[in-house]
């Protein structure tokens, strides 16, 4: 009988260790600019209870919940004659209370609800963790991935925004990602909701923009009828989702359009002095003002994020947005926040497109030394030991085998330099430093080893 080949589910991926010195360039990156931006570190568990997840998302996200099985028999607290009788939805209440994080901010407005009187307000945290979601795999789409997440809470300051975007900027300059920061806010969507005589719509006006550029806006307007929109209420909306101009032109579009809305107006203010925060961030990325861009999720209520990649189309590799609500859920009203959410699968997947990886990452050990038996190896372990406490990551081949199968081994780990040491070096006390990138060898004494290997790195 044939062993079947193990496997993964879909939507999850092994990382080779050339891929995790990739994914941890972008992590460290990310890291660095939240820490200097202020931000400190946080972590909440893999797992949630299903209270705290569900009806923070919207209903597509309600659907995407990875719940986990109640333990022991998940059956027993139902009486086998009501089984048959049960939808999956009914079945799921009784059988799982767990369920996998769908994103690191709710379990983040939780935690500040939970650890409120250890807290100082406003409270600016980072945080880097995997998420799960039941979603169909397909590019760019996977149902685990890491999320790095930045966020300010207990304060209501719209520099909180132009500070984030600050952040964003900064992250994908380091990077060398170019990239397109699209912003827009809630209130200027639910001011439009009120134009157009269907207030009570704005979820579903929203859930139908969020999908603009995947289905187009023919597809959009479709989705809005199917949703019970009236036809002139879409008329309404069609100069919004097809307008063309600057920043400038289109808030004086919406103050025109959104003059009988309190609420739109105030979206329109918001947007308007944050774009002026910005003007004068020296803001090295492109900032639009989109008036379609929606942010499905339920919590945003105010401005609202998104980034896009510039040299590789794979959908947004970024995006947040103020939310006034999200604590209230969890008995906690009147904390306002706002943060952003950076996708670090996706970014990983632009650059690897881009070729936007530095060559000095790609190896983990840039350093081998070579093994010509046990006297030799005997004298190189001291030396490998002060080129580590100099900052220089090494190693020792630890089989005294052939040169060439040694250099081999080198090639493939994509090593920048190996040291000799065989007999006649030991006797010189002299090490033999060769350059792998430019083939050029050069003896060096033991003491100025490992100055002359940071030399050639």
């Known amino acids: 009988m044939a062993t079947q080949k193990p496997s993964i589910p879909k939507g999850t991926r092994d990382f080779s260790p050339r891929e995790m010195i990739r994914r941890n360039h972008i992590f ?11 931000y400190q570190p946080l ?31 998940f ?25 996998l994080r769908y994103d690191l901010t709710v379990p983040f407005a939780r935690f500040v609800v939970q650890h409120r009187h250890e807290i100082v307000f406003p409270f600016k945290r980072y945080q880097i963790q995997p998420v799960w979601r039941a979603d169909r795999p397909q590019k760019g789409r996977y149902r685990e991935f890491y999320q790095c997440d930045v966020d300010v809470v207990g304060s209501t300051s719209l520099l909180n925004e132009a500070e984030l975007v600050q952040i964003m900027d900064e992250v994908f300059r380091r990077l060398e990602v170019g990239v397109e920061i699209r912003i827009n806010n809630r209130k200027i969507l639910a001011g439009m909701a ?12 929203t859930i139908a923009m969020d999908k603009l550029e995947k289905i187009g806006l023919e597809n959009v307007i479709g989705e809005l009828n199917d949703r019970g929109i009236p036809a002139e209420a879409v008329e309404q909306l069609k100069p919004v989702l097809g307008f063309q101009g600057g920043n400038a032109e289109k808030i004086a579009f919406l103050r025109n359009m959104l003059a009988s809305s309190a609420t739109g107006m105030k979206g329109t203010e918001e947007l308007e002095r944050l774009f002026g925060y910005l003007e004068q961030s020296d803001i090295g990325a492109t900032c639009l003002l989109d008036l379609t861009l929606a942010r499905g999720l339920d919590y945003y209520t105010g401005t609202i994020f998104e980034v896009v990649a510039t040299e590789w189309l794979i959908g947004s590799i970024c995006g947040g947005g103020r939310y006034d609500d999200l604590t209230g859920i969890f008995g906690m009203p ?3 926040g706002v943060g952003v959410s950076f996708g670090a699968d996706r970014i ?14 790609e190896s983990a050990t840039p350093v081998l030394f070579l093994n010509f038996g046990e006297e030799e190896a005997g004298h190189v372990l001291p ?3 002060a080129l580590r406490e100099a900052g220089i990551s090494a190693e020792l081949y630890p ?15 994509q090593v920048k330099v190996v040291v000799l040491i065989g007999k006649d070096e030991l006797k010189e006390k002299m090490a033999t430093v060769k350059d792998m990138t430019t083939g050029r060898q050069e003896k060096v004494s033991f003491e100025q080893l490992a100055e002359k290997v940071k030399s050639v790195l």
């Open 334 to 336: 009147g904390i306002s």
């Open 43 to 73: 972590e909440t568990p893999a797992m949630e209870n299903l209270s705290t997840l569900t009806g923070k998302y919207g209903e597509e996200g309600d659907r995407l919940l990875f719940r986990i099985l109640n333990s022991g028999d």
């Open 399 to 413: 089989d005294p085998v052939k040169i060439k199968k040694q250099m081999s081994y080198a090639n493939q780990r």
């Open 348 to 361: 990983y997947d632009v650059m690897l497109n881009t070729h936007k990886f530095p060559e000095a990452i």
């Open 383 to 385: 030396l490998l030991k």
């Open 194 to 205: 009120e134009v157009m005589g269907v207030p009570d719509k704005m979820k579903d006006l």
């Open 28 to 38: 460290r990156t990310i890291e660095e600019v939240f820490k200097t931006s202020g």
């Open 75 to 99: 059956l027993s607290g139902i009486a086998p004659a009501g089984l048959p009788g049960m939808d999956a939805r009914s079945l799921a209440r009784h059988i799982a209370d767990k369920g």
